[in-house]
């Protein structure tokens, strides 16, 4: 379940109306329909009385979040260019995600050594 598809299950658990979460998170009901509809994202701001409304956390609701959180690989791959090599081969097939994890943990424990 994506994160849109998470937050309708939530609320429905709890019996709110989608007028109604929107009301209490001071937002329009358009803006979280499309949320739910994955066309558009929360602020973390929003993501956070969200989770507090819903009962639940922010990691649980990031947890559903399929976005790659592009600034994030932006700052590593221009922090140590094996990075920015490691993601160019993951996309184009020739490394698989879990590689990629092994890589980023060995690097970490490297840094961690030192």
Do not use: C
Request: charged share 40%.
């Amino acid at each position: 379940m994506v994160l849109g598809e998470y937050i309708r299950f939530l609320r429905e658990r709890k019996d709110n109306s989608l007028r109604e979460l929107a009301k209490k998170l001071e937002i329009t009901p358009a803006f979280l329909s499309d949320v739910e509809l994955g066309r558009r994202n929360p602020s973390d701001e929003v993501l956070r009385n969200i989770a507090r409304l819903l009962d639940t956390t922010v990691d649980d609701l990031r947890a559903h979040d399929t976005r790659a959180p592009l600034e994030a690989i932006k700052r590593l791959a221009a922090s140590d260019p094996s990075y920015g090599l490691a993601f160019r081969q993951v996309v184009e097939g020739k490394i698989t995600p879990q590689e990629l994890m092994d890589l980023v943990k060995k690097k970490k424990e490297g840094k961690e050594g030192k």
